[in-house]
């Protein structure tokens, strides 16, 4: 891969960008100011200012160490998914990628397109780019699936502590499953609709599809320990909220603060800027359905999400800006398995 030259419409694009992700964290700041205000402010939420202002050091840092783990189990699995990126670049891009995903909340449409653009600039063909973007989604979801449906089954069969409550439980386990299944059977699926249409852009849009769903089913099947980057980006995430709520001194049973933390993320698709309120209010919402008291739920949520708002926000406009100082660089791919193992048996026979 070589470095294009650095085209006008590409320099609108990283001003845009910038000023996107600036923007973003400004109104972070000033949204997250006003919720510590309103707790502090409104009579019937100074309990959970106090709870807050009263949390333990201790496991607050453990917090803080639990989001910093997620976020380099997601660098991990993007740097899998990319395996010709190199290790430097690819980790500041997947840094920059969390970035917009905590700071400019799209359900994570800015995170992928900002990666995308990233990759592009440095001459990575679009279409590999939108696959293997997709492959990474779709990992990534399939993680959130499998631990959705495992930790409902096992809430509702009563191998967990926790509410028993088949709708609470049971259901969601059943709607993980039914996704999971059906993403399955779709490459298939797809693929006949594409024979049957005889060409054209839906067919070639079918055939991606399907060729996708089995990257992302090979990769998931494919045993390899970097899969646990994955595994690590989501449970290292409700590690976090864990260690807030044992902060407060108040810690419902994990298959809850699991199961809350799951469906309490789909706010993440509304279009608010670091979902602040959104999805604390999401939270505290299923926490309180699980049977948490409010007053816990309300700080633990609150903390968390400044926590896993700051960090990779953080740390990922770092990666950002360095990425922006070292654009013209050009990249070396890394090796492939199989060119690694030539490269190997070459060293060899020269001995």
């Given at each position: ?8 419409p ?10 996107r992700?600036r ?11 006003l ?29 803080v160490a ?20 190199p ?10 990628e969390?970035?917009?995903?905590a ?24 279409g590999q780019?939108?696959e ?6 779709l ?5 959130n ?7 409902g ?22 709607v ?18 594409g ?41 290292f995430?409700?590690a ?20 809350a ?10 279009p ?5 309120g ?16 409010a ?20 740390w ?9 100082h070292s ?5 070396i791919?890394r ?9 190997r ?7």
């Open positions: 891969m070589s470095t294009p030259e650095l085209r006008e590409q320099q609108v694009s990283e001003s845009d960008q910038a000023r992700l923007n973003g964290l400004v109104s972070g700041a000033i949204l997250l100011a919720i510590v205000g309103l707790l502090l402010a409104v009579p019937g939420l100074h309990g959970v200012g106090h709870l807050v202002a009263d949390m333990a050091p201790g496991w607050v840092g453990a917090a639990l989001e910093i783990l997620s976020c380099l189990g997601y660098v991990l699995i993007f740097l899998t998914v990319f395996d010709r990126a290790i430097v670049f690819g980790m500041r891009v997947a840094l920059t969390m970035a917009f995903g700071a400019v909340s799209l359900g994570g449409a800015g995170s992928i397109a900002v990666g995308a653009w990233l990759l592009r600039e440095r001459g990575v063909a679009t780019i939108a293997r973007s997709a492959v990474l989604f990992l990534t979801s399939a993680i699936l499998i631990t959705l449906a495992a930790t089954l096992a809430l509702g069969i009563g191998l967990l502590p926790g509410p028993r409550n088949p709708l609470l439980t049971l259901l969601p386990a059943a993980a499953v039914a996704i999971f299944a059906f993403f399955l059977i779709l490459p298939p699926l797809t693929e006949r609709t024979r049957t249409l005889g060409g054209g852009r839906v067919a070639t849009l079918l055939d991606a599809t399907a060729r996708t769903i089995r990257a992302t089913r090979s990769t998931l099947l494919r045993p390899n320990w970097r899969l646990l980057g994955a595994v690590g980006y989501l449970w995430d409700i976090v909220l864990w260690a807030c709520f044992r902060a407060t001194g108040h810690t419902p049973p994990i298959a809850v603060i699991v199961l933390y799951q469906i309490g993320y789909l706010a993440n698709v509304l608010v800027p670091g979902n602040i959104v999805l604390e209010g999401s939270f505290v919402g299923m926490l309180v359905l699980y049977g948490v008291q007053t816990p739920a309300a700080a633990a949520a609150v903390v968390y999400h400044a926590i896993a708002l700051w960090i990779p926000a953080i990922g406009t770092a990666g950002f800006l360095r990425l922006r654009h013209h660089e050009p990249l791919p090796r492939t398995r199989e060119e690694r193992a030539k490269v048996r070459g060293r060899s026979r020269l001995r």
